[in-house]
């Protein structure tokens, strides 16, 4: 999890560095790219956690089947 992260934040730092050095459509990039690491994040973080309302439930268990 650590090195998702770290891939992250430098992507954020990169696409920061475009915002602010940078002009016109390169600009507009920096800033398309930092809205989709954003919201990667945060899909992926509320869908590790299985906080998602719509996940499913767990197989039922099969103990008493015969093989």
Do not use: E, H, Q, Y
């Amino acid at each position: 999890m650590s090195a998702v992260i770290d891939s992250n934040v430098t992507t954020l730092l990169a696409a920061g560095l475009l915002f602010f050095f940078a002009t016109g459509p390169v600009k507009g990039f920096g800033v398309t790219l930092c809205v989709g690491v954003l919201a990667s994040m945060v899909t992926v973080g509320s869908s590790s956690r299985g906080s998602s309302p719509t996940s499913p439930s767990p197989a039922p268990s099969c103990a008493g089947a015969p093989p």
